[in-house]
Structures are given as C-alpha cells and as structure tokens.
C-alpha cells in the first residue's frame, strides 16, 4: 500500500506532515501541536511516531504535547542530540529503519543546520526534506556554508525523478520571484509562476513538489557548481 500523506499548515507559513504506513502513524517536524491534534481527531488517527528534521522551533515546538498526549517514539537526527529534547531514537547518514510498510532512509544534509537531515522512503518515493530544499528554492546556511547546502542538495538531486518533496514551508510564491530573475527566460518556470499565482491566491498549497519539476525550474537544484550555488544563494540572501 502506497502511504498518505497529509498536510498541516502550522504557524504562520510551515508545514507539517501526517505520514501513514501501515499500522504507523508518524508526525513529520510538528512545529505546532494543536493544529496537528485537531486534524488527527478529524482523521479518526493516532500518531505512533514523530520525526524532525532538524532543531528549529517551528519544526520541534509541538514535540512535546505530542508525545504527552500520545506516548509516540521522536525520532530525530543524531548530530542535534543535544539540541532537541527527549529524543528517543537518533540516526545518521545513510540508516534506515522501518515505519510501517515503509523502510525510510536518513540522509545528512548540513548547512541549514548542522545536523539537518531529510527522511526518503525509497518504496514509495518521497522525500521530506526540512529546510534543506524548498519548492523553487532551498534554505539559509544558518550553520554551515553555501558550499555545505551545495553538497547537501547534490545528496538528493539524484533520486528518482518522480520522488514527492514535502518542504518545511510554503515559501514558493515568493520563490518563483526570485528564480525568475535568476533565469527569466526559462519557460517551464514562467508557466510554473504563472500556476503558482493562481494556488497562492486561491489559498491551496503547492506542495508537494516532484525532483523532476524541481530540476526544470528551480535554480539551487540547477547550478551545476558550488561556486555558481554560491552566488545564487547570496543573492537570495540579499533580496
Ligand atoms: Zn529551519
Ligand atoms: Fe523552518
């Protein structure tokens, strides 16, 4: 069986995911707890696990009325041990384990933080990616270089072409901005701005996004060396 993801929007502009597989229920970077409880109560559900891709607190704040409420094992990355509290499993680069019907992958992407890492589930193809890769972007270096996030993407830019990303955030309206003044003549990002338009007024998420999409429009994934990355990046930084 295929798993269901579902979204939650949480604080001002992240997102937090419902992952099913199987019998497990996990809640992926839950930055808010009671939106995420109000839905699981619709859904008739309860979580069985929580995964966080890294320790900022709009992606770790609902950890802990969750696991109050819920009794579900955190899982979280192995180089934030000390900076997420009550984790109860920790992985590094390239570990998996079992999430129901699902293997999941652990995937070490530093430079947004230093112990970032994204969750893959190599059966179903989906990646969650933090704050490491958005729709038409890709986080700050807030504790590593441009270089790191360089390095970091080009660990997930070659899965398959169809893989599924769920972001940390709805950022990408304000993203097709700027990928448009890095590669204005780029047609398949002028139509995918002129959609994104719409969702954005229309209030609908435009997540998820796939690798292969990512690939024909957005510039991070694009640049083909550390140095242009880099600049792309300041730029970003200074808009
Ligand atoms: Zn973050
Ligand atoms: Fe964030």
């Known amino acids: 069986m295929t798993p269901i993801v579902t979204l939650v929007p949480v604080l001002e502009d992240n997102y937090s995911y419902i992952l099913q597989s199987g019998d497990a229920v996990a809640i992926v970077d839950p930055g808010d707890a009671n ?14 696990h929580i995964l966080n891709t890294h320790h900022h607190g709009d992606h770790i704040q609902g950890n802990k009325a969750l696991r109050e409420k819920y009794n579900c094992v955190l899982i979280g990355p192995l180089h934030e041990t000390k900076r997420i ?23 070490e992407t530093p430079g947004h933080t230093t112990g970032h890492i994204c969750f893959y589930l190599p059966d179903s193809h989906i990646l969650f990616s933090g704050d490491l890769l958005f729709a038409l972007g890709c986080g ?3 504790e590593g270089t441009a270089q790191d996030l360089f390095h970091s993407i ?37 139509a995918r701005s002129e959609e994104i338009k719409k ?5 609908t998420p435009t997540i998820p996004t796939t690798l292969e999409y990512e690939w024909q429009t957005n510039p991070f994934i694009r640049a083909k060396t550390a140095d242009h990355f880099s600049k792309i990046r300041h730029l970003k930084d200074n808009f």
Do not use: S, W
Not at 35 to 48: A, C, F, H, Y
Not at 88 to 103: A, M, R
């Open 154 to 190: 080009a660990k997930i830019k070659d899965l398959p072409k169809q893989t599924r990303i769920y972001c940390g955030h709805e950022y990408t309206a304000a993203n097709a901005v700027f990928a448009l003044t890095v590669e204005p003549d780029n047609k398949a990002l002028i």
């Open 85 to 107: 509290a009550d984790m109860d499993i920790t992985y590094g680069d390239q570990d998996f384990f079992n999430l129901g019907d699902d293997k999941v992958l652990v995937i």
């Open 140 to 142: 700050r270096a807030f």
């Open 35 to 48: 939106p995420i409880i109000n839905k699981l109560n619709e859904m008739g559900i309860t979580p069985t």
């Open 199 to 203: 969702l954005h007024a229309a209030g």
